[in-house]
DNA sequence: CTAGTTGTTCGGATCGTTCCGAACAACTAG
DNA sequence: CTAGTTGTTCGGAACGATCCGAACAACTAG
């Protein structure tokens, strides 16, 4: 048995592994277990524990990769934030641009390896096999969201006109 | 047109947001690019101009990850170093744990939380689409094997056996 | 215009990681 | 046994990243 605030910094590590900051990994931790739907940054910050600057920066991190979400209630005062709808997706898609950099990678090291013949040939499978999962890893993001429900695409593309969702 | 060196650099800064230390990065550029099929210590260290200390800790770290294996030749004085049959094939995998650690993420996520039907609902989809990943990716991995070569399988249990390859 | 609130930016301090050089251990050849 | 070579371990230094508190800018209400 854990406690929510120990779920909020198992968040803040594994996000860390995967290239965000700590303070990121917290917040989206907070997002994610918090019931409630208006996170402002006093509320987080009170949650956290950390400096308002670190918020602003870690915020502003996660809004600008896509992870997170800014608006501010009609009438409202201060800044809400909430997670992407499809946080997870946009997680996988950002990852995958890795083996867009490892094609790359192997590329170049085919343009400055000489013709050693093992050389080329491992740097040549390096390339078509971070090429082939470049090319076959979206289609796996497809089949999860047709599995999880027929109209997920539809729904996906109307969230993303810009029009906020909560009141 | 770039030089060896540069690509050498590249694969130290590729490899490091893998998670790999910089220098365990360029040692496998060095690896991937150099014809030299029999690399040892004081070949990467005037390559790579580290120092025999840095050398030893993260040719350690390859070789407990799988990445790298090292040998001796017969009556050899000194070890030398090879990048694994399966390299790209291992690092996939050693990535994809990660999809099991954000499924108990979830899933601790899940035993913390209230009854919030919205952040359940949240970290419900979180777990199962981790869980897919899981287990889908293993097979996208078989299909590449599988299209390079039909036994490629074969192949690879033969190099696994402990039988060390070059001469 | 003034006062209060919200979000951003900046300099300094702190923390963790990595690297290097030197001492050490293990092994081989003669 | 001795000398030389190879690989590992350890302490200190240097680097980068992050975080905090304070000053600053932008905006709103009255």
Redesign the pocket.
């Known amino acids: 048995m854990a406690t929510i605030d120990e779920f909020i910094e198992n968040a803040?590590l594994y996000y860390?592994r995967l290239g965000?900051?700590?303070?990121?990994g917290?917040i989206i931790g907070c997002l994610l277990a918090d019931t409630d739907q208006a996170a402002?940054?006093?509320g987080l910050r009170e949650r956290?524990?950390?400096?308002?600057?670190?918020?602003?920066?870690?915020?502003?991190q996660l809004?600008q990769s896509g992870l997170v979400e800014?608006y501010?209630p009609t009438?409202g005062?201060?800044?809400?934030y909430r997670l992407a709808d499809d946080v997870f997706g946009r997680a996988f898609r950002a990852k995958m641009t890795e083996f867009d950099a490892f094609t790359e990678l192997a590329e170049q090291g085919l343009s400055v390896v000489g013709q050693d013949p093992v050389a080329r040939a491992r740097l040549e499978l390096m390339r078509d096999m971070y090429a082939f999962m470049a090319r076959e890893f979206p289609k796996l993001l497809d089949e999860w969201e047709q599995q999880r429900s027929p109209d997920a695409a539809r729904a996906v593309d109307t969230t993303a006109d810009g029009s906020g969702k909560p009141a």
Do not use: M
Request: no cysteine.
């Open positions: 803040g860390e965000l900051s700590r303070t990121a917290r402002d940054a006093p956290l524990g950390v400096a308002k600057s670190s918020l602003s920066v870690a915020l502003r809004e800014r501010r009438r005062r201060r800044d809400h």
